[in-house]
């Protein structure tokens, strides 16, 4: 208690000679207020730092809801109220120390004004705040790093990738980084919530959303091995005074509400939003409706402020499929028969084709197969008993081998952060009997298709969003097609074990004249297809798929069709790609008669964000049976 | 106080781990899934639930702590060893059966291992931990349960780095 007393006394005396500066000071709070108050509360950095941001119908207010992010009742529409009440909050304060020290609530509030009314301020020490101080690890944060996960499939709301931050903690506190904090932000979903209520919630700004923080080891193991998706770190090159400026205000926007919108303001936009805090950055792609998180990663590599890149280092933090992948790349053939035959069971550990192997094979293949298990079970949580026992039968065999591995290292894939960008725009001409020349223009906001899947995406696979393909007809232009989603997965089947086996699924939501070269023919149609891949050289992905559509009754080729389709794809150097089609179509519930459509596309990159296509497809039931098609496409 | 009801609950009932925690060896510090009652708190499926939607909000340790932690017997330290066992239970054995790894690294860090510390007491965890997962039943274990040994094992391997 005595020690607490004599702890306090400085603080008294700060604030005695603050409040006595107040007082006598020519340059009190109200003369401060009528000179420059008002300037300071249009300065980019507070608005900022209250998140103000232009609303579609309404004049700029913040966007966050918590009325506790504001000390002005109506902080949240005015940033001058906010301002004076912040201030008169700061220099009123009785006690500087405790966590409710309005100084502990906003620290990066008070760094800024303190920085901008010297005076003011100058008899106010910084107040002592424990809880902040230990989120900071005594001031050790000495780095921040974004973190991008790719795409999953398995949500709708991470199709594109997430993004997150990291506060990397001086050595000794986290050397590999699992300790290190993270911060994410995310809506707030009940549990078991309907899937299409959720699309719409997510989509219409239904769902309320905030910062969390938590160890980047849970975030590494829930996308690493959970849901298979590799992590990126971009490291980011910021001064010290940065990187406690965008902790002080991530400590204020920590568990405060905003609204959450899928497309715009969404993980992506908040990050970059808490990063430009830093000043002088601007890191979320101005001009449209979304924000892409692979997008966002691609405008931190490419920022560059004195000379010096934003980005200091990359590093890769492979999934377990990656790493099982790796590892099973590395083995020999005997190895992976091996392999293949404890898990088919026709060997166990006590045979001799298990135990004549030496330890380091032995290590090797147990590896491999720990990282199957998990594998093929993920997400763990979820895993089959008998993969339960299967897993804990190698980690118990692994046990009984000597520690150590002798694993090679890992390689990573291509580095999202210098891919392509991930919209697309592609202007071009098309021609086919003599009234359907003219122009072809396709606008694809995301992301990929399957001959320009790049870094971070699933070769030859597919995945788009909104996209509109229009054709002019002579005197018509016509909407050929507007997919509003459409998604061909291409499961990677590396090692073609069970439950790793080559498959592919389509679905396709979309509107398309149901008749090539028509142009009142345009019709709602869901597709679906599933089917299996063949790899016979690693330039070459074959595929052979079945397919059914529903659409329109009101078409006259009936409500339900089916089909086969093959497809050929090569990539026989970087940058360039030719993909063969044949699809046979059958109308089950018309007169319509069947038909074969076939086609080839060839696509050449001519520079990381320019291609050139031709294309060539004949559709003998069509009004438009043969059309050559060439376009050159930007990446925006 | 609900949080403690359904520990307490789910605790009275597993007459394991229940023994496993008065079995525990003489010096060691307490063991957060049993003694501070963290197992209710952090094995629910809401958690996971909430995960898989990629929505987070005011989950792990720092609510967890302040929901069941008793400053006397439950330090801070205890609890985020507890909870990153929990939280990377699959990786860290493996990891631990290899014998190397940043998980396993990471868990005897928050241990209070030093560097130099780190070989002797991840060597010692190892054979602790082989016994845990050699035991008949280890799959079937509920999680909570796998985890508290394992916690067990990474507590006396660390007593040689807080000497």
Redesign the interface.
Known sequence: LVARFFFYIPVFVKHLLAISLLLLSPLCFASVEQRTLATLAKHHVWLKLLNYEDALLESAQSAVTSPEFFISPDGRHDPLLEMQATIRAFTSATSGSGDEHPGCRFPARWIWLSEQLPQLFAGLGPAHCPRYLEWTGNNTVESISVIFATGFL??P??YYG?TMLKLNFTTG???????DSSL?Y????P???NMLR?IYKGVTGGYEG?F????F??H???YG???LRDLWEYRLNLRRAEVNFVLAHAWEVL?KKYDYYFFRRNCAFRMAKLLEIAGDLDLVPAYRPWTIPQAHVQMIAQTARNGQPLVSDVLYHPSRQSRFYGRYSNLNDFEKQLLARLISKTVNFEGNGYTSLPTANR?RVL?AL?DYW?FVGS???KAS?EI??Q???A??Q???E????NSQPLSSPGDPAIARAPSYVGLGAGFGAGSQNGLRVRIRPAYYDALDASNGHVPNASLTMGELWLANYGSRTTIERFDLVSIDSVAPGVSGLPGDSPHLWGLRLSAEQRVRGCTSCLTPKLHGSIGRKWNPASSVFVGAELSGNAQSSKSSDGMIQFGARASVIMTPVHGAGIRLLAERRYFASSKRKNSTLTSVEGRLELTRNHDLRVAFVRDPDAKLSREWRLMTGYYW | MKKFLIAATLLMAGNTLTAMASDKVAGAGPNPYSDCGIGAALFTD?K???????????????AVTSATMSPQTCNGKSM?VA??IK??Y??L??ET????G??L??VL??AGCSAAQLPQAA?TL?DA??VV??QDG???MPSMEKAFQVYSAVDQSATVCNI
């Not at chain 2, 059966?97 to 190397?100: D, L, Q, R």
């Open positions: 398995g949500n709301a991470s997430h506190v986290g050397a590999s980084g699992l300790l994410n995310g809506a707030i979903v549990n078991d919530e959720y905030g969390s923080q938590i160890g080891y849970f590494n193991h829930n091995d959970n849901e568990g290590k590896d720990m998990q997400p763990w949580p008993e339960r026992q897993h804990a039968m980690l118990k692994r046990f009984k000597p520690g150590g591995s | 809401t996971w639930a909430a995960v898989t939607s990629n929505v987070i909000w005011d989950i792990g340790t720092t985020k909870a990153f939280d990377t699959e990786q054995v493996e059966a290899t014998g190397e940043a998980h690294t990471a860090q928050l060597s190892r931990v082989g997962v050699s280890y799959s079937a």
